[in-house]
Structure formats: C-alpha cells, structure tokens
C-alpha cells in the first residue's frame, strides 16, 4: 500500500469524528488536530485498527505547558503508520486543575513509559495507567519541573546586572 495523503486521512477522521476534530494544521506537512479528553481513545483506537490507515506506531506522548491559556496543559500524541508512511499528531487540552486523561496502554504497550514520563515532568494523570509513578525525577519531589511556574533566572544572581556590561 503506498502513502496516503493527509487531505485523505483528514477525511477518513472526519467521516468517523466530525464535530469532535477541531484545529486542523498542517505545520511541516505533518497533520496535526485537537481533540477532546472524552474522545482521545476512540480516536486512537480508530486510527490504529482501521485496516486502510493503519497507524500501529506510538512515536511519542508528550506535553506542553501555556501557562496563560485557559487550558494550561496540552498533552500531543504522535503515532505513525508504517504501512502509509504518514504521521499525524494529535492534541488534548487540559484545564489546570483538572489534568486528567484515559490511558493509551491498552492500546500500546509503549506507552506506559511516556505516560509516566508526561505524568513525571507534567503532572498529568492517566487514569487506568498500571503503574503511574514518577520514573525519572526522585519520588519526594512536589513540583512538576516542566511547567512554566517558576521565574527563568534567579532575581538575586549579581552578575546579570547591567553594570557589569557597561549599561
């Protein structure tokens, strides 16, 4: 089977998830939409077992954090299908407060470890997950390192001053 194009794989989605795709791009050539919490799974699952799109591949889960949005926290799944040779990626934003997301490890055995990671840097729960814990950071931290929630630099560091470089 040679590649499908994305205007193709575009209306494949939207024939099954109409109003449930929202913000379609296509930065680079790579598809990228956002969906709901409610329809995350259905929508992998979907992609993964459709017999023409084929996407057996979890390349990555991640996160971001727009600390001045409504939505803070944006969790981008990107899975690839071999058979087409085409990527796609797909975004879930997340109040806050309320940063809770199904498990993809039903469907990817792959994704245990990125969720722990996007859990461990993001705060962000799986619910379901088997075994969510931190993986990377010391299980007594209390923060989430990779929010924007702390200032870049240390306000009391002396060499930043502008008298040091002739201001």
Known sequence: MGKISNEELLNS??????????NVTEPFGLLTFETSRDNIIDLLTFLKTDEKLQFIYLTDITAIHYPESDKQIGV???IHSLVNN???RIKVFLADGDVH??????????ANWMERE?????????DGHPDLRRILNVDDL???PMRKEYPLEDPN???KHDFFFGR
Request: aromatic content about 20%.
């Open 13 to 22: 989605i939207k024939a099954k998830f109409e109003s449930e795709v929202s």
């Open 76 to 78: 981008i799944y990107h």
């Open 86 to 88: 085409v990527r796609v």
């Open 101 to 110: 997301l199904p498990t993809a490890t039903g469907l990817w055995n792959g």
């Open 118 to 126: 996007t859990y461990d840097f993001f705060g962000v729960v799986f």
């Open 142 to 144: 209390t923060v989430f």
């Open 157 to 159: 560091r002396v060499d």
